[in-house]
């Protein structure tokens, strides 16, 4: 009995001391669990203030975002992406002044960008060509807002005015003279021209617009109904385009194909040209597109085609498409392969469109505007993926838009007015 009672007293001491080690165990797991826990988290504490930081830093920069960084974005992927919208549908602050080039004592009428610096590192020019009706030619650095060159015109109503793009040394400009004058930029610190300009004499109306082909031959269009393809060395006459009904006011080059550019005229129609053979080769009016009864005719607005003056003409990038600015209130985009209208912008109000400007990418389309509505903007960005859709408005000019064009890298914007300045927009 009693070796009995001892084993039982020995089992249990046995069972006793496994439980307190059990016991230890179990504590010693709960408390490195509970560590661990404390750990996981912190960690996740951690994790979640790094990613309200990156939240934050991501907002920030989408405050930021321009055209600058979104063309950026663009020519890296190679794609087309979705516009930036600044975290605000406030179209007011999507595009903002960068630059005011102060200079003109006049009214200014029309400007261009150069497209090539021989003296830059890049080669990618920033410079910038004014005419006003002081009767000034200007060329400006847009970067610095320094004036390069001032030139003095001979007649002080002038109409336009172009750069040249192969080696950026070439100047033109025209107006109620009839004359296309081109000078030759000299040295900068000697700050004039090297010669008296090339006349190119030949219209018998007042010269709209002119565009540079390249450093010998160069593309103007009047208000006698033509355009002259005209070689600079020899001052003489190429081919005439003859085919429109009014004045010439507008023309552009095709980025893609050399031998193409469309003219805009106050025919109310767009007109292709080939340049070899010298003839129109299709016509966007309201004879061809749509029915002429719903345009002017018909006192109705016409949902097909421009039933007023186009003022300007501006080639996409992609040369199958070109955009259009008309005193109908409207810009329009056309197809060249589809010989159809595209897409139709129209503001609120009498609205006349100035001048108009495709990005490169396409998918804005930038126009100036002469309204008579008083805080009317003056100049706006349609999607041009969207129906009737502003993206941006860009403030600043009090009064009628003149001109406005996009640089060769697609990153700036310059808007000239009859306030005497230029704006630049990034």
């Given at each position: 009995?009693?070796?009995?009672?001892?084993?039982?007293?020995?089992?249990g001491?046995?069972?006793g001391?496994?439980?307190?080690?059990?016991?230890?165990m179990a504590t010693?797991?709960l408390?490195?669990?509970?560590?661990?826990?404390?750990?996981?988290?912190?960690k996740?504490?951690?994790?979640?203030?790094?990613?309200?930081?990156?939240?934050?830093?991501?907002?920030?920069?989408?405050?930021?975002?321009?055209?600058?960084?979104?063309?950026?974005?663009?020519?890296?992927?190679?794609?087309?992406?979705?516009?930036?919208?600044?975290?605000t549908?406030?179209?007011?602050?999507?595009?903002?002044?960068?630059?005011?080039?102060?200079?003109?004592?006049?009214k200014?009428?029309?400007?261009?960008?150069g497209?090539?610096?021989?003296?830059?590192?890049?080669?990618?020019?920033?410079?910038?060509?004014?005419?006003?009706?002081?009767?000034?030619?200007?060329?400006?650095?847009?970067?610095?807002?320094?004036?390069?060159?001032?030139i003095?015109?001979r007649s002080?109503?002038?109409?336009?005015?172009?750069?040249?793009?192969?080696?950026?040394?070439?100047v033109?400009?025209?107006?109620?003279?009839?004359?296309c004058?081109?000078?030759?930029?000299?040295?900068?610190?000697?700050n004039?021209?090297?010669?008296?300009?090339?006349?190119?004499?030949?219209?018998?109306?007042?010269?709209?617009?002119?565009?540079?082909?390249?450093?010998?031959?160069?593309?103007?269009?009047?208000?006698?109904?033509?355009?002259?393809?005209?070689?600079?060395?020899?001052?003489?006459?190429?081919?005439?385009?003859?085919?429109?009904?009014?004045?010439?006011?507008?023309?552009?080059?095709?980025?893609?194909?050399?031998?193409?550019?469309?003219?805009?005229?106050?025919?109310?129609?767009?007109?292709?040209?080939?340049?070899?053979?010298?003839?129109?080769?299709?016509?966007?009016?309201?004879?061809?597109?749509?029915d002429?009864?719903?345009?002017?005719?018909?006192?109705?607005?016409?949902?097909?085609?421009?039933?007023?003056?186009?003022?300007?003409?501006?080639?996409?990038?992609?040369?199958?498409?070109?955009?259009?600015?008309?005193?109908?209130?409207?810009?329009?985009?056309?197809?060249?392969?589809?010989?159809?209208?595209?897409?139709?912008?129209?503001?609120?109000?009498?609205?006349?469109?100035?001048?108009?400007?495709a990005?490169?990418q396409?998918?804005?389309?930038?126009c100036?505007?002469?309204?008579t509505?008083?805080?009317?903007?003056?100049?706006?960005?349609?999607?041009?993926?969207?129906?009737?859709?502003?993206?941006?408005?860009?403030?600043g000019?009090?009064?009628?838009?003149?001109?406005?064009?996009?640089?060769?890298?697609?990153?700036?914007?310059?808007?000239?007015s009859w306030?005497?300045?230029?704006?630049?927009?990034?």
């Open positions: 009995m009693r070796a009995t009672q001892g084993i039982a007293s020995h089992a001491g046995k069972l001391f496994d439980y307190l080690v059990a016991l230890r010693s797991y408390t490195g669990a509970r560590q661990r826990i404390e750990t996981a988290r912190e996740v504490k951690q994790l979640k203030n790094e990613i309200q930081k990156l939240r934050a830093k991501q907002s920030a920069k989408a405050q930021q975002t321009s055209l600058h960084a979104y063309f950026e974005q663009s020519n890296k992927t190679g794609n087309n992406v979705s516009l930036p919208t600044r975290g549908k406030n179209v007011q602050e999507r595009c903002k002044e960068q630059r005011l080039l102060r200079g003109h004592y006049g200014v009428y029309a400007l261009h960008w497209d090539v610096d021989r003296g830059a590192a890049d080669l990618k020019s920033k410079k910038l060509i004014s005419a006003s009706q002081d009767g000034k030619l200007i060329v400006w650095n847009a970067d610095n807002k320094n004036k390069l060159y001032a003095p015109l002080t109503w002038v109409m336009t005015c172009a750069f040249e793009p192969t080696q950026g040394e070439l033109a400009c025209g107006g109620l003279d009839n004359v004058s081109v000078y030759k930029l000299q040295n900068q610190d000697q004039r021209m090297s010669r008296e300009p090339a006349q190119l004499r030949g219209h018998e109306g007042y010269l709209a617009c002119c565009r540079f082909l390249d450093n010998t031959r160069i593309l103007t269009c009047s208000g006698d109904s033509t355009c002259l393809l005209w070689d600079i060395q020899t001052q003489k006459t190429l081919t005439r385009f003859s085919d429109h009904t009014g004045d010439v006011m507008s023309v552009s080059l095709n980025p893609k194909d050399p031998n193409m550019f469309v003219s805009g005229s106050c025919d109310a129609s767009a007109k292709v040209w080939d340049i070899r053979s010298g003839k129109c080769v299709k016509s966007f009016g309201e004879a061809t597109l749509g002429s009864t719903a345009g002017a005719s018909g006192n109705k607005f016409n949902q097909y085609a421009h039933s007023s003056d186009i003022n300007s003409v501006d080639f996409m990038q992609n040369g199958r498409s070109f955009a259009t600015g008309s005193d109908d209130s409207t810009s329009r985009i056309f197809d060249i392969r589809s010989y159809t209208q595209m897409n139709m912008f129209k503001q609120k109000g009498k609205m006349c469109v100035t001048s108009v400007a990005s490169k396409g998918r804005l389309l930038f100036g505007y002469d309204g509505d008083l805080g009317s903007t003056k100049c706006l960005a349609w999607d041009t993926l969207k129906k009737n859709e502003k993206w941006a408005e860009l403030s000019h009090d009064t009628r838009v003149s001109c406005l064009g996009m640089d060769t890298t697609g990153t700036a914007l310059a808007t000239g306030d005497k300045n230029i704006r630049i927009f990034a």
